[in-house]
T-cell receptor, first 114, second 109 residues
Framework: ETGVTQTPRHLVMGMTNKKSLKCEQH?????MYWYKQSAKKPLELMFV???????ENNSVPSRFSPECPNSSHLFLHLHTLQPEDSALYLC?????????????FGPGTRLTVL | GQNIDQPTEMTATEGAIVQINCTYQ??????LFWYQQHAGEAPTFLSY??LDGLEEKGRFSSFLSRSKGYSYLLLKELQMKDSASYLC??????????WGAGTKLIIKP
């Protein structure tokens, strides 16, 4: 247990569905991240939030929409996804004040788009 | 551009020693990380190097040479549970992590 939880752990959705991924951290961190992990590829940074403000959007398609209502919660809203969006979606958090800059990861949501 | 290179897969024997190399080219440098990821699980932090040299933590050690853009992770007294992917990542000038594709380590009895 890293102190970062994600739900659901597995999600299967059609291309016309709308769903949301949820991330919650109980570590008191102020930075939160969404990553996409595809097989045999590096983790791809999608979005970064610092103190609830989005500070990074790595050219992510608009069918992915993040939301950060407070520093403990992060959502990723999904709509009209494509089969190539099937991947493991990882949430992470960090305390910018920590010297070692470690990011703590949640267990991920395994997403399959049919 | 930014690039992190590490071998795709390595095989080693239980009880032996293995070294996983990582080379990088990034815009700025604020430290290098090694994470371990078992199949279907979250990456977990192993080590952080920001200065040149060797950091030892139990059976695991990590080395950094900033002038060469090079790091390695050394695993000693390998155990079956060390079978996992090992991810190298560099924190760039914007404090974002740039990741390698990971090295899948297979431990054989």
């Amino acid at each position: 247990e890293t102190g970062v939880t994600q739900t659901p752990r597995h999600l299967v959705m059609g291309m016309t569905n709308k769903k949301s991924l949820k991330c919650e951290q109980h570590l008191g961190h102020n930075a939160m991240y969404w990553y996409k992990q595809s097989a045999k590829k590096p983790l791809e940074l999608m979005f970064v939030y610092n103190f609830k403000e989005q500070t990074e959007n790595n050219s992510v398609p608009s069918r992915f929409s993040p939301e950060c209502p407070n520093s403990s919660h992060l959502f990723l809203h999904l709509h009209t996804l494509q089969p190539e969006d099937s991947a493991l979606y990882l949430c992470a958090s960090r305390n910018p004040g920590l010297e070692n800059n470690e990011q703590f990861f949640g267990p991920g949501t395994r997403l399959t788009v049919l | 551009g930014q690039n992190i290179d590490q071998p795709t897969e390595m095989t080693a024997t239980e009880g032996a020693i293995v070294q996983i190399n990582c080379t990088y080219q990034t815009s700025g440098f604020n430290g290098l990380f090694w994470y371990q990821q078992h199949a279907g699980e979250a990456p977990t932090f192993l080590s952080y190097n920001v200065l040149d040299g060797l950091e030892e933590k139990g059976r695991f050690s990590s080395f950094l040479s900033r002038s060469k853009g090079y790091s390695y992770l050394l695993l000693k007294e390998l155990q079956m549970k060390d079978s996992a992917s090992y991810l190298c990542a560099v924190m760039d000038s914007n404090y974002q992590l740039i990741w390698g594709a990971g090295t899948k380590l297979i431990i054989k009895p």
